[in-house]
Nanobody, 117 residues
Framework: QVQLVESGGGLVQPGGSLRLSCAASGSIFRLNIRAWYRQAPGKQRELVASITMNGRLNYADSVKGRFTISRDNAKNTLYLQMNSLKPEDTAVYYC???????????WGQGTQVTVSS
């Protein structure tokens, strides 16, 4: 059993910053905590940022230059630093992990990010 717990969401004004965290616990053997997704009301879930096992980073065009994904392997924690936030960044943000030996996906419960004045 794997638990992914996101935190750090909230209400922020346009131009502000938030830092999301995703802590993994439980059966974390060969678990790659790899990506952040988001889902806005009425829209499909979309990839925001990902990080490979060897540290290669990938970002959605809409967040390039504003968001930074990072991972602390010792703490089994994934981060998303979000700067210069815009109202269109409003969504529920989900952490994703994959167990490499079985290609099994795991998801957190999500954390709400609202960007509004």
């Amino acid at each position: 059993q794997v638990q992914l717990v996101e935190s750090g969401g909230g209400l922020v004004q346009p131009g502000g910053s938030l830092r999301l965290s995703c802590a993994a616990s439980g059966s974390i053997f060969r678990l790659n905590i790899r990506a952040w997704y988001r889902q806005a009301p009425g829209k499909q879930r979309e990839l925001v940022a990902s990080i490979t096992m060897n540290g290669r980073l990938n970002y959605a065009d809409s967040v390039k230059g504003r968001f930074t994904i990072s991972r602390d392997n010792a703490k089994n924690t994934l981060y998303l630093q979000m700067n210069s936030l815009k109202p269109e960044d409003t969504a529920v943000y989900y952490c994703n992990a994959i167990r490499t030996v079985t290609s099994t996906d795991y998801w957190g419960q999500g954390t709400q990010v609202t960007v509004s004045s």
